[in-house]
């Protein structure tokens, strides 16, 4: 195998395939890339077993056809710091590895081909739905708000469950605090499929959106082990997660007792100086909330401080109310949103805290409040 390879553009499709491998095993095959040139295109191929891709290699002219398993240790930091903007690659007969670029050569050896695993192929999967990518990159966003980023048990903490229905791809997941949901209108899409994916995988995904067109349209696909994102150049599989998400509608509210439209830049504004007083402390956050009147914030850490904070474009109605609820939780809701607007319902003080879009119901948040004498809910004014 020999190739002519222009670094700019090669790097970035080598990046792309380097973080779907990992070091952390004793199967060392699993921190590679197997290398396949053709004479019509170079495609690129790792996986960590849980999650794989194959994309095609940018930038890459081909003098020679082969093929190659190539290490990352080593390989991965001569490919960024190689100061020219084309070296060549090649693949002797032994499987020896050699880069020249400038005045430098280096040396390297391959893996045997053999030992590379067979990856996933979507060949036989059926379509879940096709969706732009700035849609999904969105959806993703939103939905995985309440997932846990560690591998927590059950399965369904650290996992996010896609599902279809009625021509909307749904996205939502639960650390059991709050749940999220986010919903966008696909352009095809099979009825009533649902599955966990996990969150690791999950995060791969939205990266890998970051480097496609956000007008192009992407197919997820699935089979019983698997889901994959296939774009024009790339193919991404995650391992579906055997486990079931909860029947989580059983807890969305049907209506509200109370209900405050809001900036939601002057509220994130105010609530993160709250949180400055309390983030050391409980994060709790204490929500004060009267018809006709702003919304104010009020939190307190002893031995260090209390905070008030008030907004002033506040639209409330039904009934009043004092609410405490997590600020870290509320804050990331407010932040993942890009409406100028937000609304936030209620169901007296012992209900949970939905936040949402003004315009529509593509997203909800559910928080659940903090339990605490009725005293401290009616903590003093502050002069």
Not at 77 to 87: G, P, Q, T, W
Request: hydrophobic share 40%; glycine share 6%; net charge negative.
């Amino acid at each position: 195998m020999k190739l002519k390879v222009n670094k700019k553009q090669f790097i970035q499709s080598w990046s792309l395939a380097e973080r779907s491998t990992t070091s952390s095993t004793s199967m060392s095959i699993l921190s590679s890339v197997f290398i396949k040139a053709s004479e019509e295109e170079v495609t690129m191929q790792a996986t960590d077993v849980r999650t794989s891709i194959i994309c095609m290699a940018l930038g890459v002219v081909v003098e020679e056809p082969g093929e190659a398993v190539f290490p990352v240790k080593g390989i991965s930091e001569i490919f960024k710091k190689i100061s020219c903007e084309e070296f060549s690659l090649v693949v002797d007969d032994s499987g020896k590895i050699i880069i020249k670029a400038g005045h430098g050569k280096y040396n390297f050896a391959s893996y045997p081909i053999r030992e590379f695993p067979s990856l996933p192929s979507s060949e036989a999967a059926r379509l879940f739905c096709t969706i732009g990518v700035g849609e999904l990159s969105k959806v993703i966003e939103e939905g995985t708000l309440a997932a846990s980023t560690g591998e927590e048990f059950p399965l369904y903490l650290s996992s996010a469950n896609f599902q279809t229905a009625g021509g909307i791809l749904n996205i939502v997941s639960t650390d059991t605090r709050r749940l999220a949901i986010s919903g966008a209108v696909v352009n095809q899409s099979e009825e009533g499929v649902s599955s966990l994916l996990p969150m690791k995988g999950i995060k791969e995904v939205q990266r890998i959106l970051v480097s496609l067109d956000p007008e192009s349209q992407i197919k997820i696909l699935y089979d019983d082990s698997q889901f994959y994102f296939s774009a024009d150049s790339l193919e991404f599989s995650v391992r579906r997660v055997e486990s079931r998400f909860p029947p989580y509608e059983k807890i969305i509210p049907k209506g509200h007792t109370t209900n405050i439209s809001l900036d939601r830049g002057e509220l994130i504004s105010a609530l993160e100086r709250v949180d400055v007083v309390v983030r050391d402390f409980n994060r709790m956050v204490i929500l004060d909330i009267k018809a006709g009147e702003p919304l104010v914030l009020r939190g307190k850490a002893p031995d260090f401080g209390l905070a008030k904070e008030e907004v002033s474009k506040s639209d409330v109605k039904g009934e009043s109310l004092v609410i405490a609820v997590n600020s870290k939780f509320f804050m990331e809701a407010l932040k993942v949103m890009r409406d100028p607007e937000v609304v936030l319902s209620f169901n007296g003080s012992k209900g949970q805290m939905a936040v949402r879009r003004a315009e529509d119901d593509s997203f909800l948040c559910l928080i659940a409040p903090i339990n605490i004498p009725e005293e401290e809910l009616k903590m003093d004014e502050m002069a």
